[in-house]
Antibody, heavy 120, light 110 residues
Framework: EVQLVESGGGLVQPGGSLRLSCAAS????????MHWVRQAPGKGLVWVSR????????SYADSVKGRFTISRDNAKNTLYLQMNSLRAEDTAVYYC?????????????WGQGTLVTVSS | QSVLTQPPSASGTPGQRVTISCSGS????????VYWYQQLPGTAPKLLIY???QRPSGVPDRFSGSKSGTSASLAISGLRSEDEADYYC???????????FGGGTKLTVL
């Protein structure tokens, strides 16, 4: 059974940093691209970032480019999102999700999400 | 605003058939598969349709998807109260090199 479990969310002040983790199990993690998607309170889904299977290629939404960094550790079956220079508008539930085709497509399995609140 | 365009709301009575539209462009829907998700309140999105019209195991055949050019639609037949949820379309975007979503459609079962 595919499982994705996010952690690392919490309350952080504007300008601060946070690192999210996503522990994957039930599939060959190193064979799949992975994504982060966020959802602000009461709002829709917004794609944040993706990383290819070996971590050599990444892309980001314009809203987070230069502030967020996606990475992965295939030996630990874990996906990360390093978030720096956080702003109030980054407040959201952050989901990690698996690329459904393995490389360059929308997602199939999602984690339960972790809430990030940016506030003073 | 979202790259893909969906109506913000839709409604129907039990047993009815409703459709939700999703409009995009040549760099996303026009050249890639469309996916649909259902999100119940307080839960993570669940994959409903992949590759335009394919249903994952366990998704009832009341749900169907279609695509034509740069638009797609989700149809729900035999509407049930438990179908009341938010629905999102998504596609890979070749220009962005990432996933684009619709703004979501809130379905109300009257």
């Amino acid at each position: 059974e595919v499982q994705l479990v996010e952690s690392g969310g919490g309350l952080v002040q504007p300008g601060g940093s946070l690192r999210l983790s996503c522990a994957a199990s039930g599939f060959t993690f190193s064979s799949y691209w992975m994504h982060w998607v966020r959802q602000a309170p009461g709002k829709g889904l917004v794609w944040v970032s993706r990383i290819n299977s070996d971590g050599s290629s990444t892309s980001y939404a314009d809203s987070v480019k230069g502030r967020f960094t996606i990475s992965r550790d295939n030996a630990k079956n874990t996906l990360y999102l390093q978030m720096n220079s956080l702003r109030a508008e980054d407040t959201a539930v952050y989901y990690c999700a698996r690329d459904s085709e393995g490389s360059g497509s929308p997602t199939d399995y999602w984690g339960q999400g972790t809430l990030v609140t940016v506030s003073s | 605003q979202s790259v893909l365009t969906q109506p913000p709301s839709a409604s129907g009575t039990p047993g009815q058939r409703v459709t939700i539209s999703c409009s995009g462009s040549s760099s996303n829907i026009g050249s890639n598969y469309v996916y649909w998700y259902q999100q119940l309140p307080g839960t993570a999105p669940k994959l409903l349709i992949y590759r335009n019209n394919q249903r994952p195991s366990g998704v009832p055949d009341r749900f169907s998807g279609s695509k034509s050019g740069t638009s797609a639609s989700l149809a729900i037949s035999g509407l049930r109260s438990e179908d009341e949820a938010d629905y999102y379309c998504a596609a890979w975007d070749d220009s962005l090199r990432g996933v684009v979503f619709g703004g979501g459609t809130k379905l109300t079962v009257l």
